[in-house]
């Protein structure tokens, strides 16, 4: 990649955190990871507890980025076309007709996405994986910019369905906001006095600025040796005594593309293996089972991961042999 296009994705990146920042306080390294997802055309899985900003985040990007931007609340009585859409007969007319369901948007907010049916989850998951939806046996293409963000809470599971492998599969990161700092908490009071904080949120990318970011991605550089140590690291789990099931092929995808956007936004146009190490957990997490022995034992999947990396060998790349 020349022309320094790598500074230019800082700027923009530079843009959006601050924006984003009006509302959502002291979680640049989340939102440049959500930002990260977005270019290569992933979708994100937010797991946290309820009022750590999940939802405003999503809806400060979908602004900034002056995206569309729908939000859906997942229920048990949800239907599928609920969410894709349906034909409807007009008298007038005498035909059918196609009305477009929420999914038809770019940037779409799933609240509480394991309170809704299999059924409806399925619906979801072509769209995701294909980027589009097939009603009465017609398949429609989606936007070229589309993009699930689907919260769920980790300590409420009663009425829900949880959501199978093959869909967790599908999002390329999980993330978690976590609770604010002290001192960005009392902030977060301050600035809610008068009016909301979104109000100020305002568009300031272009259409042009979004697709030179998502295109730029592709010309970043990974050294044959990283794709090694990710494919070492994504082995290394399906051979893990403490795993029931290890990461797929897509995780390997996921690492790579994930660590391409990752370097993208903070400067550089090639991965070093920490850019790897630094999306791992986002990656993995969801991806990984533990066995019903380790579940005995309070292993987390997080101490998996861990010590994947310690006992997977770091490689010395032509960067860092410069």
Do not use: C, W
């Not at 007709?97 to 059924?119: H, Q, Y």
């Not at 991961?305 to 960067?319: A, G, L, N, S, Y």
């Amino acid at each position: 990649m020349g022309g320094g296009e790598e500074v230019q994705v800082v700027e923009i990146r530079e843009k959006i955190i601050n924006n984003i920042s009006k509302v959502i306080y002291g979680k640049e390294e989340v939102i440049e990871k959500l930002l990260s997802a977005f270019m290569i055309g992933g979708h994100v899985l937010m797991e946290d507890v309820p009022g750590t900003g999940k939802t405003m985040l999503a809806r400060a990007l979908s602004i900034s980025l002056g995206l569309n931007f729908k939000r859906v609340q997942f229920t048990p009585d949800l239907l599928p076309t609920d969410l894709t859409g349906l034909s409807i007969y007009k008298k007038e007319s005498g035909r059918f007709e196609f009305k477009e369901g929420p999914i038809f948007t770019d940037i779409l907010l799933v609240d509480e996405v394991n309170r809704a049916t299999p059924k409806t989850q399925s619906a979801l998951l072509e769209a995701m994986a294909e980027g589009q939806v097939t009603v009465d046996g017609i398949t429609r293409k989606l936007s070229d910019n589309f993009f699930v963000i689907a919260t769920q809470n980790p300590i409420e599971y009663q009425g829900t369905f949880p959501l199978p492998e093959a869909q967790l599969d599908r999002f390329a990161y999980i993330l978690k906001m976590g609770y604010p700092e002290h001192d960005m908490e009392i902030k977060m009071l301050s600035s809610q006095v008068e009016h909301h904080p979104i109000e100020d949120v305002k568009s300031i990318v272009t259409a042009d600025e979004v697709a030179f970011m998502k295109n730029a991605v592709k010309s970043v550089t990974v050294d044959d040796t990283i794709k090694d140590y990710i494919v070492n690291i994504v082995e290394h789990t399906r051979h893990d005594k403490d795993l029931y099931l290890g990461a797929s092929p897509r995780a390997s995808l996921s690492l790579m593309k994930g660590a391409m956007a990752y370097a993208l936004v903070k400067g550089r146009n090639y991965v070093i293996p920490d850019d790897v190490k630094a999306i791992s957990k986002e990656v993995l997490s969801h991806r990984l089972i533990l066995t019903s022995e380790a579940r005995v034992k309070m292993i987390k999947v997080e101490d998996v991961i861990d010590r994947t990396f310690e006992e997977v060998p770091v490689p010395v790349t032509k960067k860092d042999e410069v």
